[in-house]
């Protein structure tokens, strides 16, 4: 089940809040400029489908988003625990960075942790399966997908090169918990 917890930056052992609850999900994150709402994942995808298999599930969904914000790039990032390349891809997101736009993602599979840093505030996402979340430009974030990732998300963005992270250098993400699937709390 989806769930965000609310820290302060300087405490990443005691969130302040904590809630599975959708509505209050997206009230907390609204709050901060950030899109949360619920999709019904129209196909079923496994992860590690290939992009175009989830292309061609979702078309009908990304045609809606691309037009709704003008979005002129899509990809989807499909991971099953098998891959070969897990931990690198894994360590590719974990660190705090930005992006010089907005970026959108939906979870049609699978999910993870989703964590934004605005203002003193950490903002821990846990993804699941129809999750969109909307984040605008230049909101410092990272992404943990696991240590046996399995999810498939599809971004948006408006440019071929807004995908690019630019990273902080902080240590801010390393300070705060990891995603474990089933994890508590």
Not at 53 to 65: F, G, H, N, Q
Not at 71 to 79: A, L, N, Q, Y
Not at 98 to 118: I, M, N, P, Q, Y
Not at 148 to 171: N, Q
Request: glycine share 8%; hydrophobic share 40%.
């Amino acid at each position: 089940m989806s769930r965000l917890r609310i820290f302060d930056e300087a405490n990443p052992s005691a969130p302040l809040s904590a809630t599975e609850d959708l509505a209050t999900i997206a009230e907390h994150l609204r709050a901060i400029g950030v899109r949360f709402e619920q999709w019904q994942a129209a196909q079923p995808v496994q992860p590690g489908a290939t992009p175009d298999e989830v292309m061609a599930a979702y078309r009908a969904d990304i045609d809606k988003l691309v037009a709704e914000n003008g979005f002129k790039t899509v990809d989807v990032v499909s991971i099953a625990p098998d891959n070969p390349n897990k931990d690198a891809m894994r360590a590719k997101f974990l660190d705090e960075h930005f992006h010089k736009e907005d970026e959108v993602r939906f979870f049609v599979a699978g999910s993870g942790l989703f964590t934004l840093h605005v203002g003193d505030k950490v903002y821990e996402i846990r993804c699941e399966q129809g999750d969109l979340v909307g984040v605008p430009d230049g909101t410092t974030h990272w992404f943990d997908m696991g240590p046996e990732p399995s999810f498939v998300a599809i971004r948006f963005f408006t440019e071929p090169d807004g995908w690019v992270g630019h990273f902080t250098g902080t240590d801010i993400a390393q300070r705060f918990p990891r995603y474990e699937p089933g994890q508590a709390g």
